[in-house]
């Protein structure tokens, strides 16, 4: 298996630092996953959820998984006994629902348990996150952002392009490893302001990009306001100096309003450069 889906990132974080077994996978009596605490396993779970690898009994989290996986329209009807707020998003649905007790009705298939095996083998074989060890390499962006656009069509899909406002001036002026420190605290910030709703990547310096799924262009937007804030009140140092401030140039692109195709990509990185070329620390959305 030479590539990961989006959906996979956080189990393969997992992966990185626990040893993970299972046995008697489709007994749901004795289903387990060692070395795990329970947030990481509900993590697990829905990460298998969307990669079809699990079985459901239970007729509402079949629902719910069909809506996660974009089979399944928003305006299909909330079942009754499900609060809309969690029918509304069915990530957290199902972290509900295996969190309170249904675990009972979640089977791993034979095809997951293989899946993860073919994780392990990549994470042994492959550089999965960038240099820093933070973000997604940016190699798997395409066919991710693909992927997302194949869902169904009430499923808003939001593209985000950052980098650094003058960076390479830090690398001049304070060496390279300064520069690092500064990299590294960058990219934590976009992952830590994405937090669950989506997932960013690195390309090749301060290239970097998020994919956000059913959060529509507002919200993408915020998010976007929350990353180019966060970096320009970043305070770093090296060696016991302070480094100099950085700010960030965002672009955003939502599907819809655009037409739902690739070139949402090309959108979200032409209002990037329009970001640099306004006057740089700003998000152009539209």
């Given at each position: 298996?030479?590539?990961?889906r989006?959906?996979?990132?956080?189990?393969?974080r997992?992966?990185?630092?626990?040893t993970?077994?299972?046995?008697?996978?489709n007994?749901?009596?004795?289903t387990?996953?060692?070395?795990?605490?329970?947030?990481?396993?509900?993590?697990?779970?829905?990460?298998?959820?969307?990669?079809?690898?699990?079985?459901?009994?239970?007729?509402?989290?079949?629902?719910?998984?069909?809506?996660?996986?974009?089979?399944?329209?928003q305006?299909?009807?909330?079942?009754?006994?499900?609060?809309p707020?969690?029918?509304?998003?069915?990530?957290?649905?199902?972290q509900?629902?295996?969190?309170?007790g249904?675990?009972?009705?979640?089977?791993?298939?034979?095809r997951g348990?293989?899946?993860?095996?073919?994780?392990?083998?990549l994470l042994?074989?492959?550089?999965i996150?960038?240099?820093?060890?933070?973000?997604?390499?940016?190699?798997?962006?395409?066919?991710?952002?693909?992927?997302?656009?194949?869902?169904?069509?009430?499923?808003?899909?939001?593209v985000?392009?950052?980098?650094?406002?003058?960076?390479?001036?830090?690398?001049k002026?304070?060496?390279?490893?300064?520069?690092?420190?500064?990299m590294?605290?960058?990219?934590?910030?976009l992952?830590?302001?994405?937090?669950?709703l989506?997932?960013?990547?690195r390309?090749?310096?301060d290239?970097?990009?998020?994919?956000?799924?059913?959060?529509?262009?507002?919200?993408a937007?915020?998010i976007?306001?929350?990353?180019?804030?966060s970096?320009?009140?970043?305070?770093?140092?090296?060696q016991g100096?302070?480094?100099?401030?950085?700010?960030?140039s965002?672009?955003?692109?939502?599907?819809?309003?655009?037409?739902?195709?690739?070139?949402?990509?090309?959108?979200a990185?032409?209002?990037?450069r329009?970001a640099?070329?306004?006057g740089?620390?700003r998000?152009?959305?539209?």
């Open positions: 298996m030479d590539d990961i989006y959906s996979e990132f956080k189990f393969l997992a992966l990185e630092s626990r993970i077994e299972y046995f008697n996978c007994d749901d009596k004795s387990k996953a060692i070395g795990l605490g329970q947030q990481m396993y509900i993590e697990m779970a829905i990460t298998l959820v969307e990669e079809l690898s699990v079985r459901f009994d239970n007729v509402d989290l079949q629902l719910l998984t069909a809506r996660l996986r974009g089979e399944l329209a305006s299909h009807k909330c079942p009754s006994n499900m609060p707020y969690l029918w509304e998003n069915p990530r957290l649905g199902l509900s629902a295996i969190s309170t249904s675990l009972q009705h979640f089977r791993i298939t034979y348990l293989r899946r993860i095996e073919e994780l392990r083998d042994r074989r492959d550089r996150l960038d240099d820093f060890g933070v973000l997604l390499s940016i190699r798997y962006f395409p066919r991710d952002l693909e992927d997302a656009l194949q869902r169904v069509s009430e499923t808003s899909v939001s985000i392009f950052a980098d650094m406002d003058d960076f390479g001036a830090i690398n002026s304070h060496g390279y490893s300064a520069g690092n420190v500064v590294k605290a960058y990219l934590e910030v992952r830590d302001c994405l937090g669950p989506g997932t960013a990547y390309g090749s310096g290239e970097t990009c998020a994919l956000i799924l059913g959060q529509g262009h507002e919200r937007v915020e976007a306001e929350k990353i180019r804030k970096v320009e009140e970043l305070q770093c140092s090296y100096t302070p480094l100099p401030r950085v700010t960030s965002i672009g955003v692109a939502t599907t819809p309003p655009l037409v739902r195709t690739m070139d949402i990509d090309t959108a990185q032409d209002r990037q329009q640099k070329e306004r740089k620390n998000v152009i959305a539209g």
